[in-house]
């Protein structure tokens, strides 16, 4: 008894940070290990002869977009705007391990009939889906930390990962020239990080032994089931033209749009540093009163559109140079396609926002319908937009596929 009170004490003494506090620390981290990220698909290009092993390292990444959307479920929203306490933090890591093991079945199927049995992209990307396992996994603990106001923790975990992924990529690709050992290095660095850092850190809340309560995660998979297809959608929408591209043009075409492309994510993912903090906000926003809701939701609509269209100004006039920078004067013929990156990656970025604002009013039909709309019309597209423009066709796909999301997510979310 008197030690179930002094952990109850400990978590008690575990004071939620300010959401300008979470924001940043979150934003820090994040930003750091998805820029450590890019900088691998850099050292590809660096440490490899040609751009053979950046076209392998992007087709394995698209597949692990399209793993992890599976694997995520998409679960992290509602849990973070489970406030009611709905479900435990037992259940939604039992339901994790579940939608990993999902995944890799989905992907095992998918992999070799994606790459016509090609050994060498085969190997590769399953090798990448273990990365994405542990980084899958970590989520969930993330989604502890958040839900309880501690994003510092997120922050500190991501900065480790970031760095230890990099060097470990890096170090094992220029030692033995083989991608896969590079994978393999980078995954195992960040499993330890997970192991060392972020379960200690996640049982400061309470147990987290997953509870495999048929009933629950039931419930759980239910609810989530149309926010995750939506969710694999949206991703898909990115890495399914990408495929189709690198199906048609070869690995090495594809290497080289990767490399233009790859940097301008931070984009995409630095909106959503912005907003993650404000999940559960516009929760407790709605359960308070709409308009109180709907005036938050506009506000951050505002601000994401202000910042990605800064950055988007900003990299335009820039990026050609940087780009050069980083991957020497080979890229330069491919460097006009970089702010046309920027601008679908924004899309993508006010997509995935649309799509957590939807979740929180728990509307997932309506999610799942518009990236429907948005998929068919990216695929459709990018056929005739690829074959007349080359390069350019997948970024015009992809902007017209989120525009048409975005219109009828807004439309759905202010109808409500």
């Known amino acids: 008894m008197n030690i179930q009170?002094?952990?109850?004490?400990?978590?008690?003494?575990?004071?939620?940070?300010?959401?300008?506090?979470?924001?940043?620390?979150?934003?820090?981290?994040?930003?750091?290990?998805?820029?450590?990220?890019?900088?691998?698909?850099?050292?590809?290009?660096?440490?490899?002869s040609s751009y053979g092993n950046s076209g392998?390292?992007?087709?394995?990444?698209?597949?692990?977009?399209?793993?992890?959307?599976?694997?995520l479920y998409k679960v992290r929203t509602f849990q973070v705007s489970d406030i009611s306490n709905q479900f435990s933090n037992s259940s939604y890591i039992a339901f994790r391990l579940i939608t990993i093991l999902i995944g890799w079945i989905v992907c095992a199927v998918y992999i070799p009939i994606a790459t016509n049995r090609q050994m060498s992209l085969i190997t590769v990307s399953f090798l990448?889906?273990?990365?994405?396992?542990?980084?899958?996994?970590?989520?969930?603990?993330?989604?502890?930390?958040?839900?309880?106001?501690?994003?510092?923790?997120?922050?500190?975990?991501?900065?480790?990962?970031g760095f230890l992924s990099l060097c470990t990529f890096s170090a094992g690709l220029a030692l033995t020239d083989s991608l896969s050992t590079a994978i393999v290095s980078m995954?195992?660095?960040?499993?330890?990080?997970?192991?060392v850092y972020d379960l200690p850190h996640a049982r400061r809340f309470g147990s987290i032994k997953p509870i495999f309560d048929n009933s629950t995660l039931l419930s759980l998979a239910k609810i989530c089931f149309f926010a995750m297809l939506a969710s694999l959608l949206a991703n898909s929408i990115v890495s399914s033209v990408r495929q189709y591209f690198g199906i048609v043009n070869g690995s090495e075409e594809l290497g080289h749009y990767a490399s233009v492309a790859t940097p301008a994510v931070l984009i995409q993912?630095?909106?959503?540093?912005?907003?993650?903090?404000?999940?559960?906000?516009?929760?407790?926003?709605?359960?308070?009163?709409?308009?109180?809701f709907l005036k938050?939701?506009?506000?951050?609509?505002?601000?994401?559109?202000?910042?990605?269209?800064?950055?988007?100004?900003?990299?335009?006039?820039?990026?050609?140079?940087?780009?050069?920078?980083?991957?020497?004067?080979?890229i330069q013929p491919y460097t006009y396609l970089f702010p046309y990156?920027?601008?679908?990656?924004?899309?993508?970025?006010?997509?995935?926002?649309?799509?957590?604002?939807?979740?929180?009013?728990?509307?997932?039909?309506?999610?799942?319908?518009?990236?429907?709309v948005a998929f068919t019309c990216a695929i459709v597209s990018a056929i005739p937009l690829i074959a007349i423009s080359d390069m350019n066709g997948i970024n015009y796909s992809i902007i017209l596929g989120c525009s048409i999301a975005i219109l009828s997510s807004l439309f759905c979310i202010i109808r409500r």
């Open 5 to 48: 009170n002094e952990r109850n004490s400990k978590q008690r003494a575990i004071e939620p940070l300010s959401v300008a506090q979470n924001t940043f620390f979150n934003a820090i981290g994040c930003l750091c290990y998805l820029g450590c990220q890019w900088v691998t698909t850099v050292m590809v290009v660096r440490l490899s």
């Open 56 to 71: 392998l390292y992007a087709f394995a990444m698209a597949t692990g977009i399209i793993f992890a959307s599976i694997a």
């Open 187 to 195: 995954t195992v660095s960040c499993m330890l990080v997970t192991i």
């Open 269 to 292: 993912v630095a909106a959503t540093y912005l907003y993650s903090p404000l999940i559960g906000k516009l929760a407790a926003d709605l359960k308070k009163d709409r308009v109180l």
């Open 341 to 372: 990156v920027l601008i679908a990656t924004a899309a993508v970025g006010l997509l995935l926002y649309c799509n957590d604002v939807l979740i929180i009013q728990r509307r997932m039909k309506q999610t799942l319908i518009c990236n429907g």
């Open 128 to 161: 990448y889906l273990v990365f994405k396992t542990d980084e899958s996994f970590s989520d969930v603990l993330y989604g502890i930390y958040q839900k309880n106001g501690r994003m510092d923790y997120i922050g500190i975990s991501q900065f480790i990962r």
């Open 296 to 330: 938050s939701f506009i506000k951050t609509m505002g601000m994401l559109i202000l910042v990605m269209g800064i950055c988007v100004l900003a990299l335009s006039l820039v990026g050609s140079k940087l780009l050069i920078i980083a991957f020497g004067d080979s």
